[in-house]
T-cell receptor, first 113, second 118 residues
Framework: QKEVEQNSGPLSVPEGAIASLNCTYS??????FFWYRQYSGKSPELIMS??SNGDKEDGRFTAQLNKASQYVSLLIRDSQPSDSATYLC?????????????WGLGTSLAVNP | ETGVTQTPRHLVMGMTNKKSLKCEQH?????MYWYKQSAKKPLELMFV???????ENNSVPSRFSPECPNSSHLFLHLHTLQPEDSALYLC?????????????????FGPGTRLTVL
């Protein structure tokens, strides 16, 4: 059973701080990795995708991937109260027509003014 | 707006009712998905259609019946549901399933249908 693990939180950070969200996965063959943000009562929205080892930056967000350690993280710099949401990690698994995403439970982030 | 729409946004139904959920994507994608999201559980993949062909049925009970008439439209027909089927039902689309490169795995979600079964 392929799995994606996240700390469910809640993770609480003060406004302006760096929030660090972590995700581990079990399938060594995974090639694509995603972070989605989900506000309460809403659907998931894509924040970042990453495919290669190292860092990928987009504005205040940085995704970090380490395939050897099977670890992907999301850093949010200068956290804002509007960043308060659940962050879902998704990882692809399988091959051909069986390729699909498996999802973590999500980490709840609270940014305190 | 992600380019994926779902109707209705909220649905309350009795266990003997028959209803349908509708999803439409305007992204030119070839793969569409149904997910179930319940509290305290990860997103559960229910069905996948790739180029209108069903490629995944994740052991979903037969009271859920999907239909994909074309690559832009996806339906989920519901009948004789149970209270434990109450959840947020999410539709998503991606460029395709299984074709290289893996960037085609990126999924875009509709707003969801909040289903309550009485």
């Amino acid at each position: 059973q392929k799995e994606v693990e996240q700390n469910s939180g809640p993770l609480s950070v003060p406004e302006g701080a760096i929030a660090s969200l972590n995700c581990t996965y079990s399938d060594r063959g995974s090639q694509s990795f995603f972070w989605y943000r989900q506000y309460s009562g809403k659907s998931p929205e894509l924040i970042m995708s990453i495919y290669s080892n190292g860092d990928k930056e987009d504005g205040r967000f940085t995704a970090q991937l380490n395939k050897a350690s099977q670890y992907v993280s999301l850093l949010i710099r200068d956290s804002q109260p509007s960043d308060s949401a659940t962050y879902l990690c998704a990882v692809n698994t399988g091959a051909g027509n069986n390729r699909k995403l498996i999802w973590g439970l999500g980490t709840s982030l609270a940014v305190n003014p | 707006e992600t380019g994926v729409t779902q109707t209705p946004r909220h649905l309350v139904m009795g266990m003997t009712n028959k209803k349908s959920l509708k999803c439409e994507q305007h992204l030119g994608h070839n793969a569409m998905y149904w997910y179930k999201q319940s509290a305290k559980k990860p997103l559960e993949l229910m069905f996948v259609y790739n180029f209108k062909e069903q490629t995944e049925n994740n052991s979903v009970p037969s009271r859920f019946s999907p239909e994909c008439p074309n690559s832009s439209h996806l339906f989920l027909h519901l009948h004789t549901l149970q209270p434990e089927d109450s959840a947020l039902y999410l539709c998503a689309s991606s460029q395709d399933v299984g074709l290289a490169p893996v960037k085609t795995d990126t999924q875009y979600f509709g707003p969801g249908t909040r289903l309550t079964v009485l």
